[in-house]
């Protein structure tokens, strides 16, 4: 079955109905030394989530310590890491010679009590997200304020900004536009509201327009390309 020399899963993973059986389906195919490009979404427990984590197409969530001892139990070697910190888990693996497949020593995570803190991890998830989104309200309650002097523009229309409209009761009366880079290349609408290219602001008076950043991972990126238009009046999610 050793055929290949790359082989590349990206955003599959987590889809799985086995992980273990997926992972350990690319190893047979790879040749010795085969290289695997593997990346994942990152489970990260943020202070301020108020986005659903465990999203229902997802059979498996990762965090990047649990998946790097599940990829070198599977006999790969780890050549090159993505930061840690980021959205997406990115691994360039290389498949090893004279592999135990008996998924011993390397399996485990090295500490007894990290089962617990994963545990207690998922209940601070659990208290946490309600309370966010109680408070997500204030947030909303001040974009209410601001659309009194200013139009509002959101930026971003992921999930950031669809727990704005599910939970923070949103006003659409309140928001000129919400714009998304990304999206707006593949739907004209998201949670009822109008999706556009940010190039529309182009032609928007700035010193009228307040962008919100509807992001947590990509806020430096949006605001950087804001500023490229000439917006000057920002909020922030999580600083808001």
Request: proline content about 3%; charged content about 25%; glycine content about 6%.
């Amino acid at each position: 079955m050793e055929f290949y020399d790359f082989a590349h899963c990206i955003h599959t993973l987590e889809h799985a109905k086995s992980a273990r059986e997926m992972l350990k389906g690319i190893y047979d195919s790879l040749k010795i030394g085969g290289i695997f490009f593997l990346a994942v979404p990152n489970a990260i427990f943020y202070d301020d989530l108020i986005e659903e984590l465990f999203i229902d197409p997802h059979t498996f969530h990762f965090s990047y310590d649990i998946l790097k001892k599940f990829v070198t139990s599977i006999g790969f070697s780890v050549e090159y890491t993505g930061n840690p910190t980021e959205p997406d888990i990115i691994f360039l693996l290389k498949k090893r010679s004279n592999v135990c497949m008996a998924f011993i020593d390397e399996v485990n995570i090295g500490n007894e009590n990290f089962p617990n803190k994963v545990k207690n991890n998922v209940k601070f998830y659990k208290e946490n997200i309600i309370k966010n989104r109680l408070n997500l309200k204030k947030s909303i309650y001040m974009l209410d304020k601001a659309s009194e002097n200013k139009k509002i523009v959101i930026w971003g229309g992921g999930r950031i900004f669809d727990a704005m409209v599910s939970f923070g009761d949103l006003n659409p009366s309140k928001v000129y536009m919400v714009v998304d880079k990304f999206l707006s290349l593949y739907v004209d609408e998201i949670s009822g509201y109008k999706l556009r290219n940010p190039s529309i602001l182009a032609g928007e008076d700035m010193d009228s327009i307040l962008v919100y950043i509807a992001s947590r991972d990509y806020a430096d990126e949006i605001r950087k390309e804001a500023r490229s238009y000439g917006v000057n009046h920002f909020l922030e999610f999580g600083n808001s």
